[in-house]
């Protein structure tokens, strides 16, 4: 099958399409056959580590997994002989995060990790660019009491998480104000945002209303920034570790003073989130939103656009088969 192969840590010209063995689903195992993936901002901290942390995880010297990728929708192909809720020809969706892998025309996934039927109501495009935006904003949504109505800042409303943060706060009933430029305002509005910053004009932080939830889900800003700007039990979350990891010690920290704090929720894919998506998506009540779209075979320029930083959403890959 074909690949992208990345050997070593590096640019984006470290990715490679070549012919590798096809794999073979063990026992509890699909075999997918992949049908669109997505290059997210995962696949480049991975391929390029900035932290240090991520080459513990992911090889100290060279990537110890060859192939990245971890969005994926496609068609299962075969099945291990225990596996029992899917069956060859089931359409699906999900992850493969810690694993990765979707960078190919096929990849194995175990039946309990996080893979669904895919949403009826979904090419498998759009499928590709739900999942990772989306874990990860839920990731950290779940650690917020939503019981009481909840005024929400989203930094960053126009990335991959960012845009699926609006959408999962909207549906669990927040007002939420969006950072964002002018450009996707409108978009940012009808993923569920109430009330639209242009960061490009404003400093959010100045913006003289006060937050039980500050989500900075491009990493940009800081704990110590946004103090002002939450209510006196206010939390700030982010998705980067800040300034010198900053903000894993404000999370070990601020949470036992009782006011202000800092949460940084480990992110896991759970197979139980993945189906909360597809039913959202059934009901109307969450979108995928791609900016890009390429061919597999341009793999390097949709991670060079990817690295960039200035995407709307996700940016798709479309594998297409020979056979
Ligand atoms: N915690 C984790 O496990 C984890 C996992 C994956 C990724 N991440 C990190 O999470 C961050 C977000 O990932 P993502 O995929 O959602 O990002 P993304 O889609 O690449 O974000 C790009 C968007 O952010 C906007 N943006 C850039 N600078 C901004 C600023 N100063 N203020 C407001 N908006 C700004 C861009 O708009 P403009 O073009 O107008 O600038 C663009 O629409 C990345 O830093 C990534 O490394 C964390």
Do not use: W
């Amino acid at each position: 099958m074909k690949a992208s192969v990345n050997t070593k840590y590096g640019p984006p010209e470290v990715l490679e399409i070549k012919e590798v063995e096809k794999p073979s689903p063990k026992d509890n195992e699909l075999l997918i056959k992949i049908h669109a993936t997505t290059v997210n901002r995962t696949d480049c901290g991975f391929r390029n580590p900035e932290y240090f942390i991520v080459r513990i995880v992911g090889g100290l010297f060279a990537p110890r997994k060859h192939i990245l990728g971890t969005e994926l929708a496609g068609e299962v192909e075969a099945i291990g002989k225990n596996v029992k809720t899917f069956k060859p020809g089931d359409q699906v969706f999900g992850l493969s995060t810690f694993n990765f892998g979707t960078h190919a025309e096929y990849v194995c996934v175990k039946e309990e990790k996080a893979i669904a039927l895919k949403p009826t109501n979904m090419s498998y495009q759009e499928a590709a660019a739900v999942c990772d935006g989306a874990f990860l904003a839920y990731a950290n949504l779940k650690k917020i009491d939503f019981s009481t109505p909840k005024k929400v800042l989203v930094n960053g409303a126009s990335g991959s998480i960012g845009s699926s943060t609006v959408q999962l706060a909207k549906y669990l009933g927040a007002d939420i104000t969006a950072v964002c430029d002018t450009k996707r305002a409108e978009l940012v509005k009808s993923l569920g945002a109430n009330k639209v910053i242009d960061y490009t004009k404003e400093d959010f932080t100045n913006c003289g209303e006060l937050f039980d939830l500050v989500f900075d889900s491009v990493g940009k800003s800081s704990f110590g920034k946004c103090k002002k700007i939450l209510k006196p039990k206010g939390i700030y979350i982010s998705s980067e570790l800040g300034y010198m990891s900053q903000n894993i010690f404000y999370a070990l920290f601020t949470p036992l003073f009782g006011g202000k704090k800092v949460l940084f929720p480990i992110p896991v894919d759970k197979k139980e989130d993945i189906i909360f998506f597809k039913e959202l998506i059934e009901v109307g009540k969450y979108k995928a939103i791609i900016d890009r779209t390429y061919p597999f075979e341009q793999i390097i320029e949709a991670t060079k656009y990817v690295e960039a930083g200035e995407k709307t959403g996700n940016v798709v890959i479309t594998i297409k088969h020979n056979n």
